[in-house]
């Protein structure tokens, strides 16, 4: 895509020690790519330096933006508050623990003309084994609770149209937030591709996908929406047409 309008979404926890390295590289990318982009750090609550850090950049920079939560309110409300703080044609969702290559962007962004959604998945996923069996589990039951959604559901590697979000509400505010998006995008007809994202071992900071808390809630979370999903579908109207919004 020629000069692509985009928004790039950075949740962020306590990532004082990598956030700027990640919000350097991903400014450096976006401006050899297009003049119309803004980075969206969304800082949820962190105890740490991780805001100061984003207000310095965003001071010297105005598409560096910094929205912050005051209190912790997990992952996909993160993802929630920086999706509906985007302003462009097109939402990139990554993390801001620098565990993806921004550059891989340019083999998403040709996808896009037969996509409303380009799912990325990690391969291989350089994690701990704790968290690639936590991962394997998690796909597994999403994939079986609600017919195939994705090699991996919970990759931050994702672009889309902002157009989704005016029909694909999420509830969600812990870890099912990609689940259920993925699922109602599915549901409700959105063209799709997947396609294959680089993944690093974490550099700094601690993960909290693996917490008992963090997980018992995402249970709750994808228990609700399985009950609800219809009702849910339901009050966003009909699918679309097959194959006709990524035309």
């Given at each position: 895509?020629?000069?692509?309008?985009?928004?790039?979404?950075?949740?962020?926890?306590?990532?004082?020690?990598?956030?700027?390295?990640?919000?350097?590289?991903?400014?450096?990318?976006?401006?050899?790519l297009?003049?119309?982009?803004?980075?969206?750090?969304?800082?949820?609550?962190?105890?740490?330096?991780?805001?100061?850090?984003?207000?310095?950049?965003?001071?010297?920079?105005?598409?560096v933006?910094c929205?912050?939560?005051?209190?912790?309110?997990?992952?996909?409300?993160?993802?929630?508050?920086?999706?509906?703080?985007?302003?462009?044609?097109?939402?990139?969702?990554?993390?801001?623990?620098?565990?993806?290559?921004?550059?891989?962007?340019?083999?998403?962004?040709?996808?896009?003309?037969?996509?409303?959604?380009?799912?990325?998945?990690?391969?291989?996923?350089?994690?701990?084994?704790?968290?690639?069996?936590?991962?394997?589990?998690?796909?597994?039951?999403?994939?079986?609770?609600?017919?195939y959604?994705?090699?991996?559901?919970?990759?931050?590697?994702?672009?889309?149209?902002?157009?989704?979000?005016?029909?694909?509400?999420v509830?969600?505010?812990?870890?099912?937030?990609?689940?259920?998006?993925?699922?109602?995008?599915?549901?409700?007809?959105?063209?799709?591709?997947?396609?294959?994202?680089?993944?690093?071992?974490?550099?700094?900071?601690?993960?909290?996908?693996?917490?008992?808390?963090?997980?018992?809630?995402?249970?709750r979370?994808?228990?609700?929406?399985?009950?609800?999903?219809?009702?849910?579908?339901?009050?966003?109207?009909?699918?679309?047409?097959?194959?006709?919004?990524?035309?």
């Open positions: 895509m020629s000069q692509p309008s985009i928004s790039v979404v950075l949740p962020a926890f306590n990532e004082e020690a990598v956030i700027g390295a990640t919000v350097g590289a991903v400014v450096d990318f976006l401006q050899t297009t003049s119309d982009y803004e980075v969206i750090v969304v800082n949820d609550g962190s105890r740490d330096g991780t805001r100061a850090v984003v207000d310095k950049l965003s001071a010297s920079n105005a598409h933006r929205v912050s939560h005051e209190h912790n309110r997990g992952y996909g409300a993160a993802l929630g508050t920086g999706f509906a703080a985007a302003t462009r044609e097109l939402v990139f969702l990554t993390d801001g623990d620098k565990q993806f290559d921004i550059r891989e962007l340019v083999n998403f962004l040709p996808l896009m003309p037969n996509a409303d959604l380009v799912i990325g998945y990690r391969d291989p996923r350089r994690d701990p084994p704790k968290r690639l069996f936590f991962g394997w589990g998690w796909n597994s039951l999403v994939n079986v609770l609600f017919g959604t994705a090699k991996d559901v919970d990759c931050a590697f994702k672009l889309f149209r902002r157009s989704i979000l005016d029909r694909v509400h509830r969600a505010t812990g870890a099912t937030f990609s689940a259920e998006f993925l699922i109602k995008a599915r549901r409700l007809n959105y063209p799709r591709i997947e396609h294959r994202a680089s993944h690093y071992p974490r550099p700094a900071g601690q993960p909290t996908g693996a917490r008992l808390d963090v997980i018992a809630r995402a249970f979370e994808l228990i609700w929406l399985r009950l609800h999903l219809d009702e849910e579908l339901a009050q966003q109207g009909p699918a679309a047409p097959l194959n006709q919004q990524g035309a």
